[in-house]
């Protein structure tokens, strides 16, 4: 793969301008209406067959090569409810009104518009007729929307992208990460963690401040409940395991003088292995009852999901093959065993939906420079934006070259002629 790409080199200069306009023109989930009309009229996509308005603002292009497998590569478009101050020159000053009025920043804090504009260049790249004579197969690109909420590759395989593309042999992606800058990592296994965010209402009785004894106060019940919730990790899971349950939100009542008759709690579940997910949630289910039992309250719980992520566990045997040809291609700059990422994504629905085998890693976009005197002076969690942060842009190079140069290596591993392997 080294001898394709140095043979054909990558020229990027319109990506950095075209990585930039997406950067300064963010879109939330389900509203990504300019960026995948930007994206479905790009001229790197010229050579490919385009589909658009699947699942949503769901794009994908086909490229047919010849007789050979089936490649998909997919990047994630929507941006996050985010007021940017990353001082950058082409930073978003980019608003939204919500469905109450009020003005909402939006900013590309997780990186999404490097995914869309790597794969944009990817693409140029894999259609020139002079790399073309060294593969062979079918080539499917997916510009996916609403990642963030977990609903945007599902969305777009029931929205029938397997009946307007080739169902693939593999599917690829890659991730923008705090790590620095030209690094590239993945292993087998899981890569990264499943999510369950769920909200959660239970019913008191109401009435004033003042008679508490004819009252069920939610508040004080919502309280023990946040402080149980607490004891799963600690207690339930195995140490050897990781999980996260974090209550990000409770509200109840709205004056000092009045107990309200119920409360709500955001809730947000991480874990890394399907069993712990289960022993999880069910325990998160138990001592909400419970507690709601022990307060005597009238009326049961209600437990709303509000996100669910699949597990992300990359297949043995295309890791494999990637890893080997990351490694050969990236050399020092190649990591084979990271850590697995609390963080999640649906990218996996992609693949499992047809039941077929997917790899998913991870770039750096953290400048070297500011990358290795945070690791010298032990401060990378202090001074290292991570994603969905207000700080977190990454350095367009080597971010941009590393992201196209690695969707060329993967793809090229299973797509490659095999004497040009």
Not at 245 to 270: C, E, F, K, M
Not at 333 to 349: I, K, L, W, Y
Not at 352 to 376: H, R, S
Request: hydrophobic share 40%; net charge negative.
């Amino acid at each position: 793969m080294i001898s394709v790409l140095k043979d054909h080199p990558l020229d990027l200069g319109e990506y950095e301008d075209q990585y930039k306009h997406f950067h300064s023109h963010p879109e939330l989930s389900l509203h990504e209406k300019e960026t995948s009309s930007t994206i479905a009229s790009h001229r790197s996509l010229g050579a490919y067959k385009v589909h658009t308005s699947i699942g949503g603002y769901g794009v994908a292009a086909v490229l047919s090569n010849g007789e050979g497998p089936t490649v998909l590569l997919r990047a994630d478009m929507d941006a996050l409810p985010v007021e940017e101050k990353t001082g950058v020159d082409y930073a978003s000053n980019a608003t939204v009104k919500d469905e109450e009025g009020n003005t909402i920043p939006v900013m590309h804090a997780c990186g999404h518009d490097m995914h869309v504009t790597c794969l944009l260049g990817a693409a140029a790249w894999l259609a020139r007729e002079d790399v073309k004579k060294k593969w062979a197969g079918t080539l499917v690109l997916v510009f996916q929307p609403n990642e963030e909420r977990g609903k945007g590759a599902r969305a777009m395989v029931d929205g029938g992208l397997y009946s307007r593309v080739p169902e693939p042999d593999v599917v690829l992606a890659q991730h923008v990460m705090p790590m620095c800058a030209g690094k590239v990592a993945v292993k087998a296994g899981t890569m990264i963690a499943s999510a369950d965010s769920f909200k959660i209402t239970v019913y008191g009785r109401g009435g004033h401040g003042s008679m508490p004894q004819l009252c069920i106060d939610p508040v004080v019940l919502a309280a023990n409940i946040v402080i149980r919730l607490q004891g799963i990790v600690a207690r339930e899971v195995d140490p050897q395991d990781a999980a996260v349950v974090t209550v990000g939100s409770l509200h109840a009542g709205s004056s000092d003088n009045i107990i309200a008759d119920q409360a709500v709690l955001l809730v947000d579940v991480r874990t890394q292995k399907e069993e712990t997910r289960q022993r999880t949630l069910k325990a998160i289910e138990r001592i909400v009852k419970k507690e709601c039992e022990v307060s005597n309250c009238e009326k049961p719980p209600t437990f709303e999901r509000t996100r669910q992520f699949p597990l992300t566990v990359n297949d043995a045997n295309t890791t494999q093959k990637v890893s080997a040809a990351f490694a050969n291609h990236f050399g020092d700059a190649f990591d084979p065993a990271p850590a697995t990422s609390n963080a999640s994504e649906d990218m996996s629905d992609l693949a499992t939906a047809v039941k077929k085998p997917y790899c998913y890693w991870f770039i750096g976009g953290i400048d070297a420079e500011k990358w290795d005197k945070a690791e010298k002076e032990g401060r990378i969690a202090e001074d290292i934006p991570v994603n969905h942060s207000s700080l977190f842009a990454p350095v367009i190079q080597p971010t941009l070259r590393t992201g196209v140069e690695s969707l060329c290596v993967a793809a090229l591993t299973f797509l490659g002629r095999q004497q040009d392997s």
